[in-house]
T-cell receptor
Framework: GEDVEQSLFLSVREGDSSVINCTYTDSSSTYLYWYKQEPGAGLQLLTY?????DMKQDQRLTVLLNKKDKHLSLRIADTQTGDSAIYFC??????????FGTGTRLTVIP | NAGVTQTPKFQVLKTGQSMTLQCAQD?????MYWYRQDPGMGLRLIYYSASEGTTDKGEVPNGYNVSRLNKREFSLRLESAAPSQTSVYFCASSGQGTSNQPQHFGDGTRLSIL
């Protein structure tokens, strides 16, 4: 079955860049997603990348995809305290289903 | 624009009680999903409905039933609640097809089984 792995915790200082990493197993995944979850809330779609792309930039967010290594990363530039949350990567191997990683809890230190 | 609405937001049950979690979406999405979120385990799919009138098991369906009442509503039922079902439950919906159809999530139902 699908297995999406992330490290559980990351701490950065305000103003620094954050890099959250993810590895996935299904090479047929057409889209890969990053979701953000703030305390007590549901998951909010941050960004996504199509499998034929290597990089996607969206304001402070940069997604890098290495299909050979099945590695996905999310870089947040100029990290702010409001970026503190849990970040989930997810792969979409089929038409509907998403498979989520365990989530990385990002803590931004003022 | 409400998006995905879940009710209730919180619930405490005793072991053996039954409960239905409600979910409704106003985005005219074909597909709807129920997940549970447990610490250190991410989200796991319980059931999904690819379209009105169809439902399929996900990764962890045991102890649950679902009903796709119409295109808008997808309910999750616990017939006899067990402490292992203490979790945060999320409903999601998405459009259908092979093009990018991200899932949109509700704010969750926090369920405790004593």
């Amino acid at each position: 079955g699908e297995d999406v792995e992330q490290s559980l915790f990351l701490s950065v200082r305000e103003g620094d860049s954050s890099v959250i990493n993810c590895t996935y197993t299904d090479s047929s995944s057409t889209y890969l997603y990053w979701y953000k979850q703030e305390p007590g809330a549901g998951l909010q779609l941050l960004t996504y990348i199509f499998s034929n792309m290597d990089m996607k930039q969206d304001q402070r967010l940069t997604v890098l995809l290495n299909k050979k290594d099945k590695h996905l990363s999310l870089r947040i530039a100029d990290t702010q305290t409001g970026d503190s949350a849990i970040y989930f990567c997810a792969e979409r191997p089929g038409a509907n289903n998403l498979f989520f990683g365990t989530g990385t809890r990002l803590t931004v230190i003022p | 624009n409400a998006g995905v609405t879940q009710t209730p937001k919180f619930q405490v049950l005793k072991t053996g009680q039954s409960m239905t979690l409600q979910c409704a979406q106003d985005m005219n999405h074909n597909s709807m999903y129920w997940y549970r979120q447990d610490p250190g385990m991410g989200l796991r799919l319980i059931y999904y409905s690819a379209s009105e009138g169809t439902t399929d098991k996900g990764e962890v369906p045991n102890g649950y039933n679902v009903s796709r009442l119409n295109k808008r509503e997808f309910s999750l039922r616990l017939e006899s609640a067990a402490p292992s079902q203490t979790s945060v439950y999320f409903c999601a919906s998405s459009g259908q097809g092979t093009s990018n159809q991200p899932q949109h999530f509700g704010d969750g139902t926090r369920l405790s089984i004593l």
